[in-house]
């Protein structure tokens, strides 16, 4: 015998707990507002990973002029220095790059909101 599952009524207030977290959570707010805070906190990340991506960028760097520093005249430890510090360059130039390839993707295409989130989704869905 199979029996049916019992549907229970969750309540979403913020009074139980389940309003959401912070901002996105528009506790206490407008829910026009949603598109707004979308692109800030969107804006927040990328920002977020960039500096991520600029420390990075400095540990590997130093690491290898470190590297290269400490080699003693051995060619095999300075190539791989020379490569770390290369690759470090390459990694932080894509990072920077990225966000011009977007936008330039998204004016070819016809869409110069591609860095607007909120406002593209709005505009394909309309």
């Known amino acids: 015998m199979i029996e049916k599952p019992i549907a229970v009524d969750i309540p979403l207030s913020p009074d139980s ?22 692109n800030q906190f969107i804006s927040a990340v990328i920002g977020l990973l960039t500096i991520v991506a600029a420390l990075w960028f400095i540990f590997v760097f130093i690491s290898g002029a470190i590297s290269m520093i ?12 020379r490569k770390r510090i290369f690759n470090a360059l390459i990694g932080l130039a894509v990072v920077v790059a990225s966000i011009f390839v977007i936008r330039l993707v998204g004016k070819i295409l016809g869409f110069d909101i591609i860095l607007n989130p909120a406002e593209f989704v709005q505009n394909v869905w309309q």
């Open 17 to 38: 707990g389940f309003g959401g977290w912070g901002k996105l959570g528009l506790e206490g707010g407008n829910a026009g507002e949603a598109p707004s805070i979308f």
């Open 70 to 81: 400490s080699s003693g005249g051995d060619k095999g430890a300075l190539e791989s220095a």
